[in-house]
């Protein structure tokens, strides 16, 4: 008996990895919680893109930017059925406009390239949230320089709730058992500024990992159950996460899954998102690593070092509470089952290859694709190289993946907007759209390794009428 006790809180502590811990480690930074200005059921919210200064390694001050402070921005929240009216300022000294990755909105809300605007000027885009409660995240996306604006620290997390998910018991208390985790990189000069040499293959991939932007954080957790919002904010680096320990996970990019799934790791590509549930023993102390890509990707030796796909990392050191209750049984199910799939309207072929789709690189007057309906389209992705990763995201939107020839992705179950596209490999997207047609704004896809969207890896899809032509900028 004694013996069976031992080996389940074995299992828990994760005692059969060595313990690790960092020699420089800080408080885990929980970004504010912003939760806007309420008036009814509209929902308002004042965003300003700022230069600051930031301690993101021990003892050393970075000029950084960030929104409504120095580094990073806050996590907003906001709730299915709410009216959201944001003001964005730019107090920054260049152009810049800020997308709602995962977010279902007008075109004119969603923060394309085409939108851009100008030192000393305020954006002021509104929507309706209607869609599932979800990890989602905002960050720029002015057309070449999208890496560059999330390098310096223009992100942050947002949380969509609703009533179906806060029903369900999971840890929602926001900085003690629901928890942001935003991994981002970042590379330093001699003098401790953050080095912007980009480089002509890898792009602003850093060297040194970042969760909620400092080096060597660790979090004191006070509940036996943590819910971590994972986001891969980084602009080049793939994570493949592990804990030393089974987790759960409960939703991806865009919703709950129907049932937790039980996982020892899980690959986050550039843009991606998970919320994973972590049950601790008593007094455990674990480590959120990325422990390297499985197969490499599918890339060859040298490419995989290079994109970072065989780097190993600490990321995060979790201290469990010395006591106190178990952890009830997750539920069985957490969200309503994916409703039968109906036949795509349309089927599209998108081709990665290099830094181009479909041998075209983005051109703000071009529109590739047009949606002219509100139901579903089954979009084929394929990487047509063999040494270069890449990954899909669809704005406006969210897939299930359809099915994956040549290649494999960790975690394909539930609700996407991004996904990893393996080498040689071709993805079959079942996609749904908003649908706010508007024939004369386009909404984005492109790769989400930020260096190879800003290289032109990108293209528009304008949502109209049924019938109707597009006419970007309204003529
Ligand atoms: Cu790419």
Redesign the pocket.
């Known amino acids: 008996m004694k013996g069976a006790v031992l080996t389940a809180a074995a299992v828990l502590a994760g005692c059969a990895a060595p313990t690790r811990s960092f020699d420089q480690a800080r408080a885990l930074p929980i970004p504010p919680l912003d939760e806007g200005e309420l008036d009814g059921t509209t929902r308002r919210f004042e965003l300003t893109a700022q230069s600051g200064e930031y301690e993101i390694q021990p003892g050393t001050m970075t000029p950084t930017w960030g929104f409504n402070g120095a580094w990073l921005g806050p996590t907003l929240y906001m709730r299915r059925g709410e009216r959201i009216e944001m003001r964005v300022h730019n107090g920054v000294d260049e152009p810049t406009v800020v997308h709602w990755h995962g977010l279902h909105l007008p075109a004119a809300a969603d923060g394309g390239p085409a939108l851009t605007f100008d030192p000393g000027e305020t954006w002021e885009p509104a929507w309706d949230v209607d869609q599932p409660a979800a990890t989602c995240w905002y960050h720029p996306h002015p057309h070449e320089v999208s890496a560059l604006h999330a390098y310096r620290g223009l992100a942050g997390g947002i949380v969509i709730a609703d009533d179906e998910s806060d029903a369900l018991g999971l840890p929602q208390e926001y900085g003690v058992d629901d928890i942001p985790v935003i991994i981002t990189d970042a590379k330093f000069t001699a003098d401790g500024h953050l080095d912007e040499t980009i480089d002509p293959t890898y792009g602003l991939l850093g060297d040194t990992p970042l969760v909620n932007g400092i080096t060597q954080p660790r979090f004191e957790a006070t509940t036996r159950r943590l819910r971590l919002r994972l986001v891969n904010g980084a602009t080049m680096r793939f994570h493949n996460l592990s804990l030393g320990v089974p987790f759960h996970v409960i939703a991806t990019d865009q919703s709950l899954l129907s049932a937790p799934v039980e996982v020892d790791e899980i690959l986050l590509s550039p843009g991606e998102r998970a919320e994973i549930i972590v049950d601790l023993a008593p007094g455990a102390q674990l480590m959120l690593r990325s422990t390297g890509i499985p197969r490499r990707g599918g890339l060859p030796k040298e490419a995989a070092q290079g994109f970072g796909f065989e780097d190993t990392f600490d990321l995060l050191e979790i201290a469990a509470p010395a006591d106190g209750a178990d952890p009830a049984p997750l539920p069985e199910g957490l969200s309503a089952a994916v409703d039968t799939l109906d036949g795509p309207v349309a089927e599209r072929e998108l081709r990665?290859n290099g830094f181009q789709i479909n041998e075209q690189s983005m051109d703000m007057h071009r529109v590739d694709i047009v949606v002219d309906h509100a139901g579903r389209e089954l979009w084929h992705v394929t990487n047509e190289n063999d040494d270069?990763p890449?990954?899909f995201h669809i704005h406006n939107a969210r897939f299930q993946v359809a099915e994956v020839k040549d290649g494999a992705i960790a975690f394909a179950d539930g609700w996407h907007d991004t996904i990893s596209i393996p080498p040689l490999a071709t993805v079959s997207l079942l996609v749904e759209f908003g649908y706010y047609p508007d024939p004369t704004l386009a909404y984005m896809f492109h790769?989400h390794?930020l260096f190879?969207e800003d290289q032109g890896?990108m293209g528009q899809f304008v949502v109209v009428e049924p019938g109707q032509e597009p006419r970007l900028g309204g003529h």
């Open positions: 990665l270069w890449h990954n790769c390794m190879h890896m």
